[in-house]
């Protein structure tokens, strides 16, 4: 299982005693291909990594494009950085309460904007799709998103 999947699994399973059961690897890939329609709406990850550069985490943001460790930030940084309705749209695709959107994203945006940037640089907007297909086929692979890399 990959890193992307397990960062998912783990924070949906945690909302599952009061909401309808994990569905597993389909709703995983539900709620990153969500993320990532997100990323493209916000502007790509440049979009994103400007949206925290203005919230003053430039610093936060640049450890997920970076090659280094990543930086962790909290469920109400994401809400204030992306915004509530964003936030709620994650949540209602991953069919939990829409104050656990911030959750979701927290665990996943820092591990998905560092796999979407494995060389430390920033994807052209145009690029996005394409690795977010890649990031989508690679779920299920085993090893590919492993934690092998930069995080």
Known sequence: MSLLTDVV????SKNAANNAPVEGQGQADVVVNAALVLLERAGGVEGVVRKFQNSGLGDVVASWV???????VTPDQIT??????????????????????????SELLPVLIDRLTPEGRVPEQEQLANLGKTLLAGLSAPGIFSNTGKT
């Not at 699994?9 to 949906?12: D, T, V």
């Not at 309705?85 to 309460?97: G, K, T, Y």
């Open 80 to 105: 204030e950085v992306l915004g509530l309705d964003n936030v709620e749209v994650i949540a209602q695709q991953a069919n939990i309460p829409a104050a656990q959107g911030g959750d979701i994203l």
């Open 9 to 12: 699994q783990s924070m949906l």
């Open 66 to 72: 970076g090659t280094g460790q990543n930086k962790g």
